[in-house]
Every structure is written in structure tokens, then in C-alpha cells.
């Protein structure tokens, strides 16, 4: 027999109660969800994060303290394979991009029907990013065809392009080998790049080297 699969482990971050608490009734209504916290800012999610280890955080943006921006970028740095869907109300392009290229892996509207919560969590566990029907329209498509890369993946992106491995790499940003290799594994999947070799080629081809000192 198999064995059944894990719950998703998931941390609701936003600090009007109400909010939080009625998506965490919806989200408990589903027996292969678990809501393992509620948060109130992105500071607490950062302090807790290694004791929590969620699968998935539904990340507000506008929080006193640390907002949901921030956030997102810290605990990507520390923990980048947990995936981090923005719950918003604004739809305007620019929150929307500016989210997607600090690393979040989706973007729901906080008035979207309690299925499509489900549906998001589901999609950016696959390791896909989602955009509820909303979002998806206020963005061009080229915002749409490729997700943006983080300021840390375009980092990573540069010293893999300049030959270093990720042991070299994670010494010289003073990271984990294996935070390295999520970053790489990440790179690939959004770029659509299945070897090293492809990911320098994309670098030289998208002017990531110049000005780096690097030849060839």
C-alpha cells in the first residue's frame, strides 16, 4: 500500500484578523491542507520560518512592520524552495510585477471565490505560477510569457556565467550549496534551460556579463 501523501504545510500572513481567519476556515475545510499559523507580519513569518517550514505562505503585501515584499525576498534567501502567493487586493500591474519579481510564485485577488485559493496553492505546489483571473489581465503579455528572476537569481545567474561552481558560489555569497542548487534548478525552469552551458549563453545574450570584467 502507498502511503498517503503529506498535508500541504501552509502559513496565512496578513495582519486584519477577519481575513486571515476566514481564508484559514476555507483552507482547513480541505483534509490535504493544514494551516500550520497565522501571521500578522512579514517579520514573524521570517522569525518562525525554520520551525514552521511551510510548503506554501499566503503573503498580504501591505503590512505594518515588514510588509509582504520584503518578506518574500528574506525567506526565499533562507528557505527558496517554499513557494509564496501573494493574496491582494490591488491589481494594478505594478503590484503585480513588482511581486512576481521579488520571487512570489503567485498572485491572487483577496475577493476571488474560495476554490481559486485552492486552485493557486495547488498550481504553485507543482512548482507553476499562478494568476488569478484578474491579475493575469492587468499584466501585458510579456510581463506574462516568462516569470521575472529575483535580484538573487540574477545574482546566482552571474556567477554561474562566470564559471564558478556552487561551492564557489555559496562561498562567495555566504549561502548554503544547497541553497545554490535551488536557486540553479529554479533558473533553469523559468528560463527554460536545461544545462549550465544555456544558462551562460543566456547571460552573454542578455547582457548580464557586461561590465563584469568577464571575456568569452
Known amino acids: 500500500m502507498t502511503q498517503p501523501s503529506a ?13 486571515a481567519e476566514g481564508i484559514t476556515a476555507i483552507l482547513e475545510s480541505y ?3 493544514r494551516v500550520i499559523a497565522t501571521l500578522s507580519d ?26 509582504g515584499l520584503s518578506a518574500t525576498e528574506i525567506i526565499l534567501e ?26 512570489a510564485m503567485g498572485y491572487v485577488l483577496k475577493d476571488v471565490p474560495t476554490e481559486e485559493i485552492r486552485r493557486a ?3 504553485v505546489m507543482s512548482g507553476q505560477r499562478y494568476l488569478c483571473t484578474g491579475a493575469t489581465g492587468a499584466l501585458n503579455p510579456a510581463q506574462e510569457g ?25 562561498l562567495a555569497l555566504d549561502i548554503s550549496v544547497r541553497t545554490v542548487e535551488t536557486h540553479r534548478k529554479n533558473l533553469k525552469r523559468k528560463l527554460g534551460i536545461s544545462s549550465t552551458a544555456g ?16 571575456n568569452g
Not at 548580464?208 to 568577464?214: A, D, I
Open 146 to 170: 516568462r516569470e521575472a528572476l529575483t535580484n538573487r537569481e540574477q545574482t546566482i545567474l552571474l556567477q554561474l556565467a562566470q564559471g564558478r561552481s556552487n561551492k564557489e558560489v555559496a
Open 31 to 33: 483534509d490535504d491542507l
Open 199 to 214: 544558462l551562460t549563453r543566456y547571460a552573454l545574450e542578455h547582457g548580464v556579463l557586461q561590465g563584469t570584467g568577464v
Open 121 to 123: 496553492i495547488d498550481v
Open 42 to 67: 512579514g517579520q514573524q513569518m521570517i522569525d518562525q520560518l525554520d520551525s514552521l517550514s511551510p510548503d506554501v505562505i499566503l503573503m498580504d503585501l501591505n503590512m505594518p512592520g515588514m510588509g
Open 78 to 103: 533562507l528557505r527558496p524552495e517554499t513557494r509564496i502567493l501573494v493574496l491582494s487586493m490591488h491589481d494594478s500591474p505594478e503590484y503585480i510585477s513588482t511581486a512576481l519579481s521579488h520571487g
Open 7 to 19: 498535508p500541504t504545510r501552509v502559513v496565512v500572513v496578513d495582519d486584519h484578523p477577519m481575513v
